[in-house]
């Protein structure tokens, strides 16, 4: 009886598989239907320039961990972007100071907070995961670490970052900007805040040719934080979350709002409940809205989410979070659905 029901079952997957042109992968024993593997999926539209590095190795069959590195190591440094390592914008004191983490499809996972002077702050991660038995390290004994296991200590600290810094503190005034990406937007039908896109961190999930997911997050954080401040990016379960079995989640925005849910977490266990990507995503950014709902007006929170069948989505507190993917078949900037319109 069990082995026709199995059966059954595998041929219903077949078929939907044959209609849609999907392809079957069979893991730990069970039968997933894969829509679109391998793909990744990036905060942000400079999230289209990291998949395209990601897209690098599993274009060629390699490994969602090593994809997910190699992804986010290009903004990291890409001087020109100011929410992420080299370039990135100081805290109140002039340092700038960054926060990783990586996640693989075994909940292996490792985390730098606070790290200054090096520009691979995922890489850091990485090792603090392959090569040491914790899954933290913070501040100096990150560095140390780092410059133990080779790496350059580097000046960080653009000029353009510094001048922006020192226009700061002129009225010292700390406010997160709420962060959008504006080029897909037309400002005369979607109200929002105008400037030049302010993105932030990148969250980046992939999954690889054998079906295996991995995450990657990092940040320089919050502009003009109190020196030593840590936010979601680097903590595994609020900035990013990896679930072999279930799907991948991360985040991007107020730190402190995505660790009071951990909300990434949250995301992935949505998803194993049964939701979409989008309504998982939907779900945690209301819970957001639900605690301060005064707060949530003023700030910015976006969550994307894989999940195990390469179904993609997302959902903000403000118009204007965007999010990257990129497969065999696509390579496009998606606008995410918000809670503010
Ligand atoms: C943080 N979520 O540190 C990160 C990213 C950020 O503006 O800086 N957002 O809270």
């Known amino acids: 009886m069990a082995s026709r029901r199995k059966f059954l079952q595998t041929a219903a997957l077949g078929s939907a598989a044959a209609l849609?042109?999907?392809?079957?992968?069979?893991?730990?024993?069970?039968?997933y239907n894969i829509k679109d593997n391998p793909v990744v999926v990036s905060t942000w539209g400079f999230g289209q320039t990291a998949n395209a590095g990601a897209w690098e190795i599993l274009g060629k069959g390699g490994r969602a961990l090593d994809a997910v590195e190699a992804g986010v190591k290009i903004p990291e440094a890409d001087p020109t972007n100011q929410t992420i390592g080299l370039g990135g914008l100081p805290d109140r004191d002039g340092h700038v100071t960054l926060d990783a983490c990586i996640m693989d499809e075994n909940y292996n996972c490792g985390s730098v907070m606070c790290l200054e002077h090096?520009?691979?702050?995922?890489?850091?991660?990485?090792?603090?995961?392959?090569?040491?038995?914790?899954?933290?390290?913070a501040g100096e004994g990150a560095l140390q670490f780092a410059l133990a296991n080779g790496f350059k200590k580097e000046n960080l600290l653009t000029p353009e970052s510094e001048k922006a810094w020192k226009e700061w503190l002129k009225t010292s005034n700390y406010h997160p900007e709420i962060n959008v990406e504006n080029r897909l937007y037309d400002k005369s039908k979607d109200p929002m805040p105008g400037?030049?896109?302010?993105?932030?961190?990148?969250?980046?999930?992939?999954?690889?040719?054998?079906?295996?997911?991995?995450?990657a997050c990092t940040t320089s954080g919050l502009a003009y934080k109190i020196h030593g401040r840590v936010g979601d990016s680097p903590i595994i379960g609020a900035g990013l979350y990896v679930d072999n079995e279930i799907g991948a989640a991360t985040s991007t925005g107020v730190g402190e709002e995505v660790i009071r849910i951990v909300g990434s977490h949250l995301v992935v266990?949505?998803?194993?409940q049964g939701k979409s990507p989008e309504d998982a995503c939907r779900e945690a950014v209301e819970r957001?809205?639900?605690?301060?709902?005064?707060?949530?007006?003023?700030?910015?929170?976006?969550?994307?989410?894989?999940n195990k069948k390469g179904e993609y989505g997302a959902y903000s507190l403000q118009p204007g979070f965007v999010y990257?993917?990129?497969?065999k078949t696509i390579n496009k900037i998606f606008p995410s659905k918000s809670f503010y319109k």
């Not at 849609?20 to 069970?30: C, E, M, V």
């Open 118 to 137: 090096i520009v691979h702050a995922i890489s850091v991660a990485r090792l603090v995961m392959e090569k040491t038995p914790h899954i933290v390290l």
């Open 324 to 327: 990257s993917v990129t497969g």
């Open 269 to 272: 266990e949505l998803m194993r």
């Open 288 to 306: 957001i809205v639900k605690r301060n709902p005064e707060k949530s007006k003023d700030i910015q929170v976006g969550f994307v989410a894989l």
């Open 20 to 31: 849609s042109s999907t392809k079957l992968i069979a893991r730990d024993k069970k039968i």
């Open 195 to 215: 400037g030049p896109s302010n993105h932030d961190t990148i969250g980046m999930m992939a999954m690889d040719a054998n079906g295996n997911l991995s995450g």
